[in-house]
Every structure is written in C-alpha cells, then in structure tokens.
C-alpha cells in the first residue's frame, strides 16, 4: 500500500491517557491514596506523574513527601483502585481508536505501543476493551519519559529510523520524549493543553485519534503547529462487553 507523502511508515502509541481514557481514573486513584495514607496530591503533581516509570516516580514521592508515605504505597492503592473501576466499567477507549487502527491495517501501516505500564497491564486494558492486542512490536516499562529511549527502543524493534515513526501521545513528558528521539510527534490532548513549547514540538494537534488520518494522508494545510480550535479530547466511554 501507498504510504504519505511524509515518509512515515509507523505508528507509536502511548496508552494511558493516548487509547484509553484512564489518566482520569488513575488521578482518582491517587487522591483515594492520598485519603487512605494521608497525603495530598495536586493536579500539577499528577502531571509530573504522567509517563513516569516506577523509579522516577519514586524520587518524585521522596521529594514532596520524604519519608513519610512511599510511591510503592500509594502506587498500590492507586493501582487497586483503577483494576476494580475497570473490571465493573471495562477499559473506556478514546474516540476515534478503532477508526485508526483500521486504517493504519489497510494501508500497511506497522504498529507499536511504548508505555510505562506493564505489559500484563497492557493486555488487560486491551481484553477489558473487547480489543485485540495487534502490535508488531511492544515496549513496556522502559526508561522514563521524557527521557527519549522508550521510543528509539520502539523504532530499533520495528526496523526503522526515528524519523519514519509517527509518535501519538496526549502528555508533555511524551511530546519531549517523542521528540528527542527524532521521531515525528501528534499531540492528542487528553487532561493538558499543549502551550507553546509543545505545540513546536509536535506536527499536528489533534482533537481525537480519528483526526491522526489525514495527517498521514498528509491532507493537512499547516503541518506545523496547526492546532485545531476547541482541542478537547472527545472521549468514548463503553461500557463492558458481555
């Protein structure tokens, strides 16, 4: 099949936040730790939080909260909080997932998620959602963001230069990242709006996933920085399938 114009041969997903719509669930997650063990917990604190491995997340909690509560512990409270939502709601994906996926299938596209969840985690979220885990290549648990490395890591898997790699991802710590391993950047905003140093490092911002096509169709007037009015994260909630 016919590839765009910009030379991209593959696409990068991030997960939490990117195809699933539970950033928000996680965020709730927190503060129930936060109630349980004691802690407050702001909304730019979650923020740093977003994309972070377990290592980076623990020097952030060492940093706010020294000795007196651990990441380990809100981690797990947190982390018990979101399996419980999921298993009774299922996974919510993010409007316009299918549609992409389908697309990048029939137009020979290759497929690959860097996340810093587990790829046990991964796979529940995909089984909860009813969809099917079709990725050629997976990264999980890597280096933190916006260290650059989950997504050199991702493009070495799939046998290609950073630069044929379309990066998705909805936070600032993945816009760095993405962009410093060379790879080409899609915002799709999920919680953070992007300001001015994201919107430079990305070559579109889009309002949902769907939104990613014309991109690799190479349809778009302003490849750079063409941030569409209103970009809010149209969100798809389903419940469970039976």
Known sequence: MKKSACGIKAVIFDMDGLMFDTERIAAVGWRYAGEKLGFEITEQELCQLRGLNVIAGRKLFHTWYGDRVTYDEGRSLRAAYVKQYIEKHGTPVKDG??????????????KAIATSSSRETAERYFQSAGLAFDFEQSVCVAVSKPAPDIFRKAAEKLNLKPEQCLVLEDSYNGVRAGAAAGCQVVMIPDIQEPDEEIRKLCRKVCRN????????????KNDQNDVLEGSEGNINFREKRD
């Open 97 to 110: 997932l299918e549609d992409l996926f389908a697309y990048l299938t029939s137009h020979g596209y290759q």
């Open 209 to 220: 996933l769907r939104e990613v096509i014309p991109v690799l169709e190479n349809r778009s």
